[in-house]
């Protein structure tokens, strides 16, 4: 009797250390680990290890979460569980919510025999309950026969009951650490993604800040097309969401999926398990999502689109993760509702420029027809004169050259005004063009020097998406004015901007420069600060130029320093379709080894076509095709055409220009080519001249 209660004492005192250790820990891994060393150390056991109910699977298992030494690793590793009710030490306590003795584990009917454990002779088995619920159990082995005692089950479910409230404590403190993160994280989310108004910005950032702020594996911000029909993927986190993205990843609204789903019912959808969610959408790129959330992105009663959230673990989403991530959700949808706002100024913006630019033109037709009146009648008074002269057998010889100068010099001013003010009217379809090559024949037609003229163009601002036509007459009236202003160096450079799918185009100059006065003046029509002799549409005609290509342009300059045009047009891209060769064969160009020579080479890799480059006319190969650039540096048009025309192939003679003038087509075709054309800077395009 009293070695019972010494005994019995000894637990309780060994109890209430073990309790006093545990009670302290927050971390429930560590809570665990430690109680199970703590209970072997103190006890003197063999075995300890916790379990806890696995409420992913409905209540139906137990699974090991800590066990003592090697073989606790062991089982850890092979993820043990056992069955709630079935035959087992730990599967009946918990069932009923009571201790379980096996003094013979070997006799014990309701034992799973463990390979891990094989000198176990003696068995406790602890429910760990909190309130009425069991969250799990602990058991307790010796290697002992007949170890354990009924007393014992009282002392030892006093530090069970210990472990069951610091376990629930521990969870409580975790829950609490989450929502305080949680709430940091939608705060952060909150403030970044309004502070945000370029939608390309804004939603990757989102999409980043979701991930890296809550710990998912995935995150992605659906929108609705246009039609309504479909939710198109625009921003997605990591390599899948990227490569989801450039794949045009779109799910239809309405259908079997998280997203289409909840757009069509303007609700979030929740998966705990996807595998079992009728509405998931299976992925091939984002294999390991156990979890999904699907958040309807609504502004004003209205879809904008939705957020799909993932986790790689069973029933990741609690209800403060569902509270915050509305939330956020919500500010994305203001922030996208803001950001769609700002496009649809900046497009306002654009037109009422357009506009103006128009109205201006159209204000000016009053001028343009007093400046056209004012150079036409010298020309009628002249002929009114000569044909006096005539008729009076007076002909005075000198003054007939004065007069015929002056009406020439008149008649070439009126060209150049129709072809600044109708030029622009003759626009092809906008296209990704070279800017090298466009810059050269601005440069070549308006006389500009190689010496005065330094380019430099970054890789990434190579192409603009504009007709070639029109961008190489407002980059010669820009080139022109930097050489009339007197310039010795005239620079030019090309970067994209921090603005999205922009590149600027800055052209530098160290001539005269403007005061404030005529810098003000400077996109007026007909204004010019070289006196009448001037038409002074260059730079209005360069305007309208770059506003039709949506881009915008902007003047600096200093009287005495220079001036400086910086134009912002829309970015181009490099095509390298396949080149669909047709029956060519073999084709001469006749070109200097420019940029669009190069570009033109690289195109037609990978294809069958033997491409001949030469600018030596004494040995013309054989060739189904003859190209030649209107643009040569290393020898004129005009001698091109004659040795090809000597040669008798001038019926295959293709004459490419960045730059259509109607006059000089009519030239050329008289002559005898076989076709004028824009210069392909594209492989269907190279496929469209080839046909």
Known sequence: MTNSIERHATLLKAAARAAKNITTILDPLVLFERTVDIICDEFGFYYAGIFLVDEAKANQYAVLKAGRGEPGRAMLKGEHKLAIGGNSMIGACIANKQGRIALDVGEEAVFFENPHLPKTRSEMALPLIVGEEVVGALTVQSTEEAAFHDEDIAALQTMADQLAIAYQNSKLHKQAERRSRLLKAANRVGKEVTSILDIEKLLPQTVNIICEAYGLYYAGVFLLDAAGEYAVLRAGYGKAGKAMVADGHKLKVGTDSMIGACIAMGEARIALDVG???????????????????????YGGKALGAVTIQSSEERAFSEDDITTLTTM?????????????????????NEILRNKVFEAL??????AIHWIGNKTL????????????????QVDVESLKEDLDLISESAAQIIQVKEQLIGAVREMKPRSVLLADVLQTAAQQRNISEKTLKVKIDPAAAYLIADSTQLTRALGNLLQNAAEAGAKSIKVTAKPTEERGVVEINIEDDGAGMSMDAMQKAWSPFYSTRGVSHHGLGLPAALHVVSQSQGRAALVSEEGKGTTVAIFMPRGKSNDQAVEAGEVKNILLIDDNDDWAKLFGELLKGTKIKLTQSTDLKKLPDADVILVDENIAALSLTDALSALSKAGVLSKTIVLTSAINP????????????????KPYAGNEVSELLK
Not at 362 to 367: K, L
Request: cysteine-free; aromatic content about 2%.
């Open 378 to 393: 010298p020309i009628s008074l002249t002929i009114a004169r000569l044909q006096e002269e005539i008729a009076a057998g």
């Open 362 to 367: 159209t204000s000016a037709s009053t001028e």
């Open 329 to 349: 959700a919500e500010h994305l949808a203001v922030a996208i509702n803001n950001a769609h706002l700002l496009d649809e100024l900046k497009e306002a913006h």
């Open 276 to 298: 079992e969610e009728r509405v998931h959408f299976k992925n091939p790129n984002l294999p390991h999502t156990r979890s999904e959330m699907a958040l309807p992105l609504m």
């Open 663 to 678: 006059e000089r087509v009519t030239q050329f075709l008289r002559a005898g080519v076989k076709d004028v054309t824009v």
